[in-house]
């Protein structure tokens, strides 16, 4: 473990010695935001966790915009103004290149080694292009787990109904279905979670997989609800981003996040075997009404990658999809305009289906993976059109119904599974 | 006037009958070697089918994507036939190999030592197909993937264009371990290929300027518009 720490920041941890939280922000080239919320981390923890040793740490991956001279330099702001009493330890600050694959995971791998290192508590994970951190996330996100016995501690927003799309069409709907608990955003980017589930995380061997880059975040839900840790929520309000996202390529985002999830349900096949319902994850924090930015998306180019996806990659789809599946598909996806749409039914037979090719090696993941992106797109332009004048209850109505449509098509994913194993050790058999 | 008739008639006769008996045996032997050889090609190719199709060897070949290529040809009637066929062929070639060692004549022996020598550049240009077939397809799956998540209009084009590069430099290094001149081929796609760039750049270029900058403006401005707005995760 010792070879993920460069000289300096060995020294800095010996020096620090041990502490209570360790708040972790990964960056590259962020010298525009991160300022901001270091500043938000700082206050929090003076202001909510004044006895405790909390250390802040920048975990980047080579950032040639001064990023880590802008964490280092930032001011904590006026105290006096915001603190009703002052800390009783020094907040300490570390700011450290990563080692490993450039990606969010390699960088959360430092974070949560340098958590085990400390001997620390607690430990919160924020991004570092967030506009709309407030001090409180740092309460809400840390004081389940110091005060309440909680192991993991997943966000919850109020988005836009158009935002989050790969969470509300596949990731939330499966992640209830197959591990039981009804976590609205499970790839939501900043989390709480207890040292004892950093050093588990450290125990894996995923860091060189799609788990280093925009696969870390699904991996820890995951990880967390299946290994049986204890999960709760925290209402944090909107989130909003910087609108630079760097490397937000949509297809590489897509495959190490879906990647990421289909590669665990043959982690935990005997675990999301059994699950048989779901439960709501208790939520820390006071729900209140936010007003969130306005998006506009663009259905017709939407529309237009699915159809000439499933015009080009008929040859791909039909190695992994059901002759009935990919009919139906066919069927739906050439109708235009408003009369575009892609069932809930179709929807999830098409991403089990996947999962299924995915676990079994049906055809190369990394095709497979690449060949999802139009479908998806399609499905997201009919969600869009769909919801267009619906509120954001009924939208969230709406993804219930997709939940439930995941439920009820899970025995469909087990004994298709379970087939597809049998068919393929019958053919390895003879 | 004997003398004559034994000089021209007897004589000759005589040796044919004399090289006839060296001739013959060797003859039948070759026969019999090669319709042997072939009841039991035919055998092997029956048990060879019969084997892949309990072995599933066509659904797992259809799962790669080459049984519709195989059924394509109308040559097989399924992988496990190509299979079984290939098997046989194989087979056809060690019995011609055994008849003609068996004949031991000079030029026998001579053409069968220059194909044993000859296997090494056959498998080794085996081999360079098999493994361009593969490759070819891979890197053409991947071409048309990328190209379709692009949204570009001529994936197809794309990913076939990149097949047939891929395919041409496998069959030139093939060529070349069969020591079967490849450098017509080579020059012949060379110009080919360098006729359709060069087409398309003026094409492009001159035809459709105005279009193509429209396009790559369209481009840029929707592409960022939809980047800074839309979030996905």
Same mark, same amino acid.
């Given at each position: 473990?010792?070879?993920?720490?460069?000289?300096?920041?060995?020294?800095?941890?010996?020096?620090?010695?041990?502490?209570?939280?360790?708040?972790?922000?990964?960056?590259?080239?962020?010298?525009?935001?991160?300022?901001?919320?270091?500043?938000?981390?700082?206050?929090?923890?003076? $202001?909510?966790?004044?006895?405790?040793?909390?250390?802040?740490?920048?975990?980047?991956?080579?950032?040639?915009?001064?990023?880590?001279?802008?964490?280092?330099?930032?001011?904590?702001?006026?105290?006096?103004?915001?603190?009703?009493?002052?800390?009783?330890?020094?907040?300490?600050?570390?700011?450290?290149?990563?080692?490993?694959?450039?990606?969010?995971?390699?960088?959360?791998?430092?974070?949560?080694?340098?958590?085990?290192?400390?001997?620390?508590?607690?430990?919160?994970?924020?991004?570092?292009?967030?506009?709309?951190?407030?001090?409180?996330?740092?309460?809400?996100?840390?004081?389940?787990?110091?005060?309440?016995?909680?192991?993991?501690?997943?966000?919850?927003?109020?988005?836009?109904?158009?935002?989050?799309?790969?969470?509300?069409?596949?990731?939330?709907?499966?992640?209830?279905?197959?591990?039981?608990?009804?976590?609205?955003?499970?790839?939501?980017?900043?989390?709480?979670?207890?040292?004892?589930?950093?050093?588990?995380?450290?125990?894996?061997?995923?860091?060189?997989?799609?788990?280093?880059?925009?696969?870390?975040?699904?991996?820890?839900?995951?990880?967390?609800?299946?290994?049986?840790?204890?999960?709760?929520?925290?209402?944090?309000?909107?989130?909003?981003?910087?609108?630079?996202?760097?490397?937000?390529?949509?297809?590489?985002?897509?495959?190490?996040?879906?990647?990421?999830?289909?590669?665990?349900?043959?982690?935990?096949?005997?675990?999301?075997?059994?699950?048989?319902?779901?439960?709501?994850?208790?939520?820390?924090?006071?729900?209140?009404?936010?007003?969130?930015?306005?998006?506009?998306?663009?259905?017709?180019?939407?529309?237009?990658?699915?159809?000439?996806?499933?015009?080009?990659?008929?040859?791909?789809?039909?190695?992994?999809?059901?002759?009935?599946?990919?009919?139906?598909?066919?069927?739906?996806?050439?109708?235009?305009?408003?009369?575009?749409?892609?069932?809930?039914?179709?929807?999830?037979?098409?991403?089990?289906?996947?999962?299924?090719?995915?676990?079994?090696?049906?055809?190369?993941?990394?095709?497979?993976?690449?060949?999802?992106?139009?479908?998806?797109?399609?499905?997201?332009?009919?969600?869009?059109?769909?919801?267009?004048?619906?509120?954001?209850?009924?939208?969230?109505?709406?993804?219930?119904?997709?939940?439930?449509?995941?439920?009820?098509?899970?025995?469909?994913?087990?004994?298709?599974?379970?087939?597809?194993?049998?068919? $393929?050790?019958?053919?390895?058999?003879? | 006037?004997?003398?004559?008739?034994?000089?021209?008639?007897?004589?000759?006769?005589?040796?044919?009958?004399?090289?006839?008996?060296?001739?013959?045996?060797?003859?039948?032997?070759?026969?019999?070697?090669?319709?042997?050889?072939?009841?039991?090609?035919?055998?092997?190719?029956?048990?060879?089918?019969?084997?892949?199709?309990?072995?599933?060897?066509?659904?797992?070949?259809?799962?790669?994507?080459?049984?519709?290529?195989?059924?394509?040809?109308?040559?097989?009637?399924?992988?496990?036939?190509?299979?079984?066929?290939?098997?046989?062929?194989?087979?056809?070639?060690?019995?011609?190999?055994?008849?003609?060692?068996?004949?031991?004549?000079?030029?026998?022996?001579?053409?069968?030592?220059?194909?044993?020598?000859?296997?090494?550049?056959?498998?080794?240009?085996?081999?360079?197909?098999?493994?361009?077939?593969?490759?070819?397809?891979?890197?053409?799956?991947?071409?048309?993937?990328?190209?379709?998540?692009?949204?570009?209009?001529?994936?197809?084009?794309?990913?076939?264009?990149?097949?047939?590069?891929?395919?041409?430099?496998?069959?030139?290094?093939?060529?070349?371990?069969?020591?079967?001149?490849?450098?017509?081929?080579?020059?012949?796609?060379?110009?080919?290929?360098?006729?359709?760039?060069?087409?398309?750049?003026?094409?492009?270029?001159?035809?459709?300027?105005?279009?193509?900058?429209?396009?790559?403006?369209?481009?840029?401005?929707?592409?960022?518009?939809?980047?800074?707005?839309?979030?996905?995760?």
């Amino acid at each position: 473990m010792d070879d993920l720490f460069p000289t300096e920041l060995k020294a800095r941890l010996a020096q620090i010695g041990e502490a209570d939280i360790v708040v972790g922000i990964p960056s590259y080239n962020n010298a525009r935001t991160i300022g901001h919320v270091v500043r938000a981390v700082s206050v929090g923890l003076a $202001k909510y966790f004044p006895a405790q040793r909390s250390v802040i740490v920048n975990s980047d991956g080579g950032s040639k915009d001064k990023t880590q001279e802008v964490v280092m330099h930032a001011e904590g702001g006026a105290d006096d103004l915001l603190l009703v009493s002052h800390p009783v330890h020094t907040s300490y600050r570390i700011s450290t290149p990563y080692h490993g694959i450039p990606g969010k995971g390699s960088a959360f791998r430092t974070i949560f080694a340098v958590a085990r290192q400390l001997n620390a508590r607690a430990c919160v994970v924020v991004d570092s292009d967030l506009r709309s951190i407030t001090p409180g996330w740092i309460e809400l996100l840390a004081r389940p787990v110091l005060e309440h016995g909680y192991d993991y501690i997943a966000p919850y927003y109020h988005r836009h109904k158009y935002d989050g799309t790969i969470t509300n069409g596949i990731i939330y709907p499966m992640t209830r279905t197959l591990y039981g608990k009804s976590v609205r955003q499970p790839i939501g980017g900043e989390f709480g979670f207890s040292g004892t589930l950093a050093a588990r995380y450290l125990e894996k061997d995923v860091w060189d997989t799609d788990v280093a880059r925009f696969g870390i975040d699904i991996w820890m839900t995951v990880t967390a609800i299946a290994e049986g840790f204890r999960v709760g929520q925290a209402y944090l309000g909107a989130k909003i981003h910087d609108a630079k996202d760097p490397g937000a390529d949509l297809t590489s985002m897509f495959r190490q996040v879906i990647g990421s999830f289909f590669s665990l349900m043959g982690s935990y096949e005997n675990v999301w075997k059994q699950v048989q319902s779901h439960d709501t994850v208790p939520l820390f924090g006071f729900p209140f009404e936010v007003g969130v930015e306005p998006l506009t998306v663009n259905t017709d180019r939407m529309i237009h990658a699915a159809q000439q996806g499933v015009s080009d990659l008929r040859e791909i789809y039909s190695s992994f999809l059901s002759a009935q599946t990919l009919v139906d598909l066919t069927n739906y996806v050439h109708r235009n305009g408003k009369g575009f749409h892609i069932p809930d039914q179709l929807w999830v037979r098409m991403i089990y289906q996947a999962a299924i090719a995915y676990h079994y090696r049906v055809l190369d993941r990394e095709h497979l993976l690449q060949s999802l992106v139009p479908l998806y797109l399609g499905r997201t332009a009919s969600f869009v059109l769909e919801v267009t004048d619906s509120t954001a209850t009924q939208v969230e109505e709406r993804i219930e119904g997709l939940c439930q449509v995941f439920e009820n098509e899970k025995p469909y994913l087990t004994e298709y599974w379970d087939a597809a194993g049998k068919e $393929k050790v019958h053919a390895q058999s003879v | 006037m004997r003398s004559l008739f034994d000089r021209m008639l007897l004589e000759p006769f005589n040796r044919l009958a004399e090289q006839s008996t060296h001739v013959v045996p060797i003859l039948i032997m070759v026969l019999v070697t090669l319709l042997v050889g072939g009841f039991l090609a035919y055998c092997v190719r029956w048990l060879t089918y019969r084997l892949l199709q309990l072995a599933r060897f066509d659904h797992l070949v259809q799962r790669t994507g080459f049984a519709g290529m195989i059924e394509r040809t109308g040559v097989f009637r399924s992988p496990a036939d190509l299979g079984a066929r290939f098997v046989q062929a194989l087979m056809w070639l060690f019995v011609v190999l055994f008849a003609l060692s068996a004949a031991d004549t000079p030029a026998s022996v001579e053409l069968v030592r220059r194909f044993v020598d000859y296997i090494p550049n056959l498998i080794a240009a085996g081999l360079v197909l098999l493994l361009g077939v593969v490759v070819s397809r891979m890197i053409s799956r991947s071409a048309l993937l990328a190209a379709v998540n692009a949204q570009w209009p001529a994936a197809r084009l794309i990913a076939g264009g990149v097949r047939v590069l891929v395919m041409t430099l496998a069959i030139v290094i093939a060529l070349e371990q069969l020591h079967i001149g490849s450098l017509p081929l080579l020059v012949a796609f060379a110009i080919v290929f360098a006729g359709i760039v060069f087409a398309l750049a003026i094409a492009f270029g001159l035809g459709a300027r105005d279009m193509a900058r429209q396009w790559l403006e369209a481009k840029v401005r929707s592409s960022v518009a939809e980047e800074e707005v839309f979030r996905h995760l």
